[in-house]
Nanobody
Framework: VQLQASGGGLVQAGGSLRLSCAAS????????MGWFRQAPGKEREFVAS????????YYADSVKGRFAISRDNAKNTVYLQMNSLKPEDTAVYYC??????????????????WGQGTQVTVSS
């Protein structure tokens, strides 16, 4: 599976962005998908995740109520809608795929495939 993230950019605080992650491979629809982010000098942190059916979603407390993760299995794409953006949301955002959904959804080591990252910068 190859993942290609896009949609990042520069936005003012309070604005919105939608990230997309396009996946290759026929088995995408069976994978748990997640978004992580990494700010300069900080560790990679969990942002959001959803099950392969999309029926369950999980969010970091810092983004709950502002971000929404979704997927379109027919398009092999997962999205991250980000609203009410804050300067502290500035980071490189990575999408990730978990083949077996066996580990913790919030732990980056549970994911098998990673996209290249897309930069999100929120100005104050």
């Amino acid at each position: 599976v190859q993942l290609q993230a896009s949609g990042g950019g520069l936005v003012q605080a309070g604005g919105s962005l939608r990230l997309s992650c396009a996946a290759s491979g026929r088995t995408f629809s069976t994978y748990r998908m997640g978004w992580f982010r990494q700010a300069p000098g900080k560790e990679r942190e969990f942002v959001a995740s959803l099950t392969w059916t999309g029926s369950r979603t999980y969010y970091a407390d810092s983004v709950k109520g502002r971000f929404a993760i979704s997927r379109d299995n027919a398009k092999n794409t997962v999205y991250l809608q980000m609203n009410s953006l804050k300067p502290e949301d500035t980071a490189v955002y990575y999408c990730a795929a978990d083949r077996y959904s066996s580990g913790s959804y919030y732990y980056h080591g549970s994911y098998d495939y990673w996209g290249q990252g897309t930069q999100v910068t929120v100005s104050s």
